[in-house]
């Protein structure tokens, strides 16, 4: 089993810059795909942003330009920082990973980290 634990959320004024962070922690995994999603009230959740272990990365045509992902394989941590935040950014941020486990057996994996709340307002 892989956890996933997100921080760095909180409340920020438009315009403002918030960075997330999460960290996957267990035992014998590797990690492919390593992305942000969110879901505001009423919505559906959506993708943000995503990037493989190679590096590449696509992100989602409302925050191209304003919102960067990252990772640090060797820390199997990804972030993502948010720049010129606007009210429309608000929403429960989710970390994921995909990859595959090795103990007991080897098995492929996708997990969600429990979300962090993104408030944009003045």
């Known amino acids: 089993q892989v956890q996933l634990v997100e921080s760095g959320g909180g409340l920020v004024q438009p315009g403002g810059s918030l960075r997330l962070s999460c960290a996957a922690s267990g035992s014998s995994f590797t990690i492919n795909t390593m992305g942000w999603y969110r879901q505001a009230p009423g919505k559906q959740r959506e993708l943000v942003a995503t990037v493989t272990s190679g590096g590449l990365t696509n992100y989602a045509d409302s925050v191209k330009g304003r919102f960067t992902i990252s990772r640090d394989n060797a820390k199997s941590t990804v972030y993502l920082q948010m720049n010129s935040l606007k009210p429309e950014d608000t929403a429960v941020y989710y970390c994921?990973?995909?990859?595959?486990?090795?103990?007991?057996?080897?098995?492929?994996?996708?997990?969600w980290g429990q979300g962090t709340q993104v408030t944009v307002s003045s």
């Open positions: 994921n990973a995909d990859g595959t486990t090795f103990i007991p057996f080897r098995r492929s994996f996708r997990s």
